[in-house]
Structure formats: structure tokens, C-alpha cells
DNA sequence: CTCCCGTCAC
DNA sequence: GTGACGGGAG
């Protein structure tokens, strides 16, 4: 048999093997599935794709629900303040992608009317959405056959076919797109079924550490597997060195409330409310009382903060600060380790 | 420590 | 084409 005829043969092998798994052991019941004999509703999906980015599933439902109570639909996500938007994201991280969301449903609803893009070339015109999210949705929302590449997908692939490019780099990319491209089912309405089970393959058995290849549906046309070296794929970036900030957090506090900023200069957390930030060499104010020191990896820096708080009489600090209740925090856009901060207190 | 992925600046 | 950036969970 000649090798693509073969190569065929396995690509079939591949994707016919793939759905079947993912109709047995895939996910079932995703809170933006379509109930029975329901339209699929493309906020949804494009809501949970969002979401599930850099989220696990687990954290990522709990979100979702929440938020879809909320913001029932994209008229009227667009319609609502970007702050209140950015509270029912408060938690997640990365709040660009609740900001990029806020503006991609002004866009969508611009004109007086609803108008989904119909497209995977439509979808990542809008922000926040890059390629593999506008697949995800298009195969989702319309059958289009677009190969979908995220995260889980290069995993894939590149433990399939032992690639040793870097993951990042645009050979990489080149390489899976031409690969995925020819896994993609024969039928449309098979796009749904098919990106979901990838996906959940990814998730679920060809993990990023301790891959269940006994359970694999495709594990024979797995090079890697067969070799017994897995572990080797993907090639990952290069590490960097991760830079330490010290900060010092100055939290005044009353009885039933606290002081906070609105973080407006820096980039990180921006618009969200934070504790008075003090450089480390800069003068920590005679009556805060040191309360806990604690490390916090962001993606490329580390910070490392002290914590300190002010016992308040009165609500009366300078400094622009703005004073909430204890109560009513879970209101407001405030970012989880500032919350832990709090707890100090 | 590692994992998630889209955007933007160069 | 590459790399910095961003947050939380495991």
C-alpha cells in the first residue's frame, strides 16, 4: 500500500475512531448545549469558548451560569455597565477577555438589531476572538469545517506525529493546520460532534501530564505513544526568568468596611479596585500594621506582597480611595488576590 | 512550578 | 515571525 494511501486510511482511522469515543465518553448536558429540539444559541457558545480559555471546565461552569443569569443575552451584555460586566468576571483572571466581550456585543448588536457572524472569518474580526476560538464557535453555531487548533488540539497532534517543533512558533502552526485539516470529517453536521470530542479528548485523556493513552480512542495511529514517548510532546517555549516585584498593600479599614483604589495606570487589573499600592523603598504610613507577606506568580512577573492594614475611626482616608461595605464586595471588580488580601485583615 | 490562549508591539 | 503580557488553579 502506498504510504498516502495508508496515511488516509489513518486519518479516517483518526477521526471515525474520535467521534465515536466522544459519543460514549465525551462531555454530555454542557450548560450551552441546546435543550432538546432547541436552536443553538451562538452567545452561549461564544460565552463558554471565552470562559474555558486559560479556565479549567470545572471553575469555568460555575462562571458561566452566573454570568448567563445575568446577562441573558448579548443585547444585554452590550447594554450593561463594562464595571458590572467586569464583577461577574471578578475571579476568573485575564479581564480582557470580559472587556474585549463587552465591546464584541456592542458590535454585534450595533444597528438596532442582533447580528451574529455567520463565519469563523466573521468571528475573529471581533476582539478578543483569535482563530481557533472563531473555529470553535463556527463549528459549533453553523457546521462550518474549520480546523479548530487550540491548546488541546497541538497536544494532540503533536504527540500523533512526534512534531518537534516549538509551541508558539509558526512552523508548528503550519504543520498542525495542514494535519488537522485533513481530519476534519467528511459531513458538516458532523462538526459539532467532532470538535467536541477533540476537545474533550485533550481535556480528559491526552492530558498535559499523565496522559491515559490506555484509554485512548486513537493511541494506535499515535506515534509517540507507540515509541512510549509521550511525555517528549509537545516541545515547549523556552523558559523566561520571571522578574520579582515587592509592593507594599496599605488596606485602611473600618469595622464594616474598606478602602480601595480604582486601578487606572497599569495595564494589569485595570478599572478594578485594589489596595493603595506603596513602592518598596517608599514610606510605610506610622499607624499600618503589618499583617502578612505573600507571593503571587502573574504570568511574566512574580509579585511579592506585604500587607498591611489601617485601623480606621472614621471614613475619612485621603488618597482617592473609595470606601465599600464588607458585605457588598462580591459586587464589585475586584480581582481574587486582593480578596485574599482582604481576608488578612 | 506548569498549564491554559489571544493581542499587540517590534 | 517572535516574544511580552496577563491571572488563577492544580
Known sequence: ???????????LAFTNNLINWGK?????????????????DPYKVWLSEIMLQQTQFRTGVKYFERFIKHFPNVKNL???????????????????????????AKII???????????????????????????????????????????NVIRIVARQHKLIERIG?????????????????KSNSDMPIYTQSIMDLGALICRPKEPLCDLCPVSECCLSFLEGKVGNYP?????????IKRVSWIIPHTQDSI??????????????????????NNLIPKKACFLKRFKLPISNFIFDISVWGILCKRKNFEGGVRWFKNSNL???PIPSSVKKAISFL
Open 259 to 280: 478602602a480601595l483604589v480604582q486601578s487606572k495606570d497599569s495595564k494589569l487589573w485595570e478599572n478594578f479596585w485594589i489596595p493603595i499600592e506603596i513602592q518598596e
Open 1 to 11: 500500500m502506498s504510504k498516502i494511501l495508508k496515511n488516509i486510511h489513518s486519518d
Open 78 to 104: 452590550a447594554e450593561s455597565e463594562i464595571e458590572t460586566v467586569l464583577s461577574f468576571w471578578s475571579g476568573l483572571g485575564y479581564y480582557a477577555r470580559a472587556k474585549n466581550m463587552h465591546k464584541a
Open 330 to 332: 462580591n459586587e464589585k
Open 169 to 185: 512558533s509558526a512552523k508548528l502552526q503550519k504543520k498542525i493546520f495542514i494535519i488537522c485539516s485533513k481530519h476534519l470529517p
Open 109 to 151: 448588536c450595533s444597528g438596532g438589531k442582533v447580528n451574529f457572524p455567520k463565519s469563523a472569518s466573521d468571528w475573529k474580526k471581533l476582539p478578543g476572538i483569535g482563530f481557533s476560538t472563531a473555529a470553535a464557535i463556527s463549528a459549533f453555531t453553523v457546521n462550518e469545517k474549520q480546523p479548530i487548533m487550540d491548546a
Open 235 to 243: 516541545v515547549k517555549k523556552k523558559k523566561v526568568f520571571k522578574n
Open 24 to 40: 460514549s465518553f465525551g462531555r454530555k448536558n454542557l450548560p450551552w448545549n441546546p435543550s432538546y429540539g432547541k436552536k443553538i
